[in-house]
Structures are given as C-alpha cells and as structure tokens.
C-alpha cells in the first residue's frame, strides 16, 4: 500500500508539499491539515496591495480552489483546527478529538505573530499574519483611522506605507536605536529607514512603549516620556516566533524552531519540516543553523521536504542563497544571503538617494548583498554568492556592473541628445 503523506501547516510550504509528490506520481493518500478555516493563501500581499485603497474588496490571495485541492490533487482537507499533538512512537498527528496516522510527515505550521507583552485586549488593535487580521486592518483603514504601527520592521514599514499612501495620519515607532538590524545590519538599516523620511513619514527610534489606553476600542498609545498619540488603528509589528507549542513533549528538537539536518529530516523516522518553522543546517553557509522567513524558502522547503520524507533513501539535501523583498511607498528592497558580515561597502549608488547595492563580506568571501531599487541587480549577485565568490572578486564583478550601467546611460543620454537634435 501506498504510503500516507500527512502535512501539518495549510501554509505555501504546506501546499508545494502536496503539489510536488503528486507531481512526482505519488499516489498514496495525501492528508493536508491547517490551523485556519481558509485555502492557502499568499501572505506576501496581506502587508501590500491587500491593504490598498479601492473601491471593491480586494482579490482573495488564495493560491488554489478547493476543487483543485480535494480532486484534482486528491488530498483530504483537514481546515479550521489546529494541530494539538504529536505522537512519534504511533505516528499519529492529533488534530481535535482526531488521531491521523503517517507513513511521512511535514511539518509547516509556520509562525505567529508575537503580540506586545502586557498590551490590552482592545478592538482596533492587531498583528499582521493572517488573512483575517489583513482584513481587519484593511477595515480600519477604510475608515480613516489615525494610525500607529509598532516596531518598524519590514511588516510594519510596509503597512505604514500603506497607509501613508492613502493620506492618513501615521506614526511608526521602533524601540532601537535603528530599525532592521537582524535583517540587513545596523548600518544598512540606518540607509533603508531613510526611505521613510524621503516619503514624510513620522519615523521615531529608541522609543518604548509604556501603554495602549483605551475603552473597549484603542484610543491612544502612550510612550515612556509621557507622549500621548492618538490612535484608532494600533499595529504591532513586533516579529514573528515559530509555531512549535503543540510539538512540545513530542521528542523533536525544538530551538527556535524544529531542528533539522541539511535533509531538512528533523530526527524521528518519517518527519521533516519546512517553511518558517524550519531550523536547518545550510551547507550554502559553512552548515550554518538557520531559520527563514522568506516566501522563496518557504516553497523550495516544502518540496524538498515531501519528497525526501516519501523517499528518504534518496533523498537531497537543500542547500540556498536566501532570498527576500520588500516594497515601502514606491520603493523595492531587496536581500540575498546573508546580513552577518565583517565588513558592508556600498558599491553603487547612495543610500541618501534611495537608489544603492551593497555588498556584504565575511572572511573573504562574498555572503549578502542589498539592493533598493535596482532590481535587475540582485539575482546576479545571488548567483555569484552561491559560486562562493572571493570578496575580490565581487568587487570587481560590482565594478564590472557599474561600468556597464554607466555606459548605458552615457549611450541613453547620447541618443536623446540626437533625437533633440
């Protein structure tokens, strides 16, 4: 008999799980289980355009109809309860008052949004994670609600712009010094927050919160220096941890997410993991112990972890260069690699202009590179850091680039001259 694929997590890695072995003409039963009542959905729009203004409710981000799911695919849909257990000696996920038997099993349940410690159960008042907080927020701002987002990390910068753009009354607040410096280093994040001032935007750092005040509805955040901002939208962007409580006890090795081999296999026979909850060893970086948030990762997780939990003796390690985007007003962030490096240099462009790449080295080799607004740049550099390039060697591959631009727009400037002419 076929075996029984169980995946726990309706998330992107979830679902390219399930894809990827009937692609490869697994034909066992396929049993796809999520937290939430909804399909899997894209979460990348939730923070951007879901939060847009329009005249109509925006598109549903779903990535497939239940009809494709159920029958085409043929997997049995398990939606609207979380998983509670994990029994490894029977292999059996519990979910309710249910026990599901596995022959493999992948685990994507993702992460949740951390909420502000001591912070009032008041309407008005969300994280961003989910389809139905998104559409919360989108309410919120519908209405014109003065808004105050906390912490301005990618998430919250994104919703700041987004409602920035629609003219509202806006305030970001981050407690360091400099925003994103787990994400793209102190000093590159100093570079990036500048986008928020070149758009307007009331930037203030090394703040604490002291309290949200309201009654039963959000009326004001108040700060550690006695500052009163008047608020009727409150989001708090304070980061994300892992979904593992209900794989607590379960024998896994849990620290900061499911511990994994290269294989992606996290210990007892059967059980991988992919996506956010995902902490694995990189051979790409010296078999570095990381854990991702980024949708590119999270889809190659997925399909590497099905197939190698159906099929472990042949399975393959997964390697990557990672990879992540942002968009804040009418500006593209983004990131490949790595932010841990000895030493950041800006080889093209300037932070000051919003319009820069930046290297990033560590020991001698080339490990990350940020790029605003020069898209055609990034995956070119990703390239070079997965052929291990030299530091030397990206510079003058950064030089080399340079020169070409240059002389493109040398060329460009050169042909509206003779058109004027």
């Given amino acids: ?25 697994h034909d066992g039963p396929v049993t796809l289980i999520g937290a939430e009542r909804h399909l899997p959905y894209d979460r990348p729009p939730l923070s951007k355009a879901f939060l847009e203004a329009g005249d109509e409710d925006p598109e549903h981000p779903r990535f497939r109809e239940e009809s494709h799911l159920a029958q085409e695919l043929g997997v049995e849909l398990v939606l609207g309860e979380p998983a509670s257990g994990l029994d ?64 301005a990390g990618f998430i919250g910068s994104e919703v700041a712009s987004g409602a920035h753009k629609r003219g509202l009354e806006v305030t970001v607040l981050e407690a360091l010094p400099t925003p994103l410096g787990r994400a793209v280093g102190e ?35 108040v700060l550690e220096d006695g500052t009163r901002l008047p608020a009727d939208l409150v989001v708090v962007g304070a980061g994300a941890a892992p979904t593992t409580d209900w794989l607590e006890g379960s024998g896994l090795e849990l620290d900061d997410g499911v511990v ?26 010296d078999g570095d112990l990381m854990r991702l948030e980024h949708w590119t990762s999270a889809a190659e997780q997925g399909a590497v972890a099905a197939r190698n939990a159906l099929d472990p003796a042949s399975a393959k390690p997964y390697a990557t260069v990672p990879y992540f985007w942002s968009d804040w007003y009418d500006s593209r962030i983004q990131f490949v690699g790595i932010p841990r490096g000895d030493e950041v240099r800006v080889v093209s462009g300037r932070p000051e202009d919003g319009r820069f790449v930046a290297l990033y080295r560590r020991c001698d080799h080339l490990v990350g590179v940020l790029a605003v607004n020069r898209q055609a740049e990034v995956m070119k ?41």
């Fill in 1 to 25: 008999m076929a075996s029984h694929l169980v995946v726990v997590g309706a998330s992107l890695a979830g679902l390219r799980a399930v894809e990827a072995v009937r692609k490869d003409g």
């Fill in 88 to 151: 490894t000696a029977a292999r059996e996920v519990h979910v309710a008052d249910r026990r599901i038997g596995y022959d493999a099993l992948v685990l994507a349940t993702g992460a949740r949004a951390k909420s502000l410690p001591g912070s009032p159960d008041l309407d008005g008042v969300h994280t961003l994670r989910t389809l139905d907080d998104a559409q919360a927020i989108r309410a919120a701002l519908d209405a014109g609600a003065r808004t105050v987002v906390i912490g």
């Fill in 381 to 421: 550099y990703r390239a070079q850091i997965k052929k291990n390039i030299t530091w030397d060697d990206a510079l003058k591959f950064a030089a080399q680039r340079e020169a070409a631009a240059q002389d493109k727009a040398e060329r460009a400037r050169e042909g509206e001259h003779a058109a004027a002419g």
């Fill in 260 to 285: 994994c081999d290269e294989y992606l296999a996290a210990g007892p026979p059967g059980i991988y993991a992919a996506g956010d909850i995902a902490r694995w060893r990189n051979a790409q970086f």
């Fill in 187 to 221: 000093e590159m994040g100093a570079a990036v927050s500048q986008l928020h001032h070149r758009n307007g935007m009331d930037l203030r750092c090394g703040v604490t919160v002291s309290a949200i005040e309201g009654n039963g509805s959000v009326e004001a955040v």
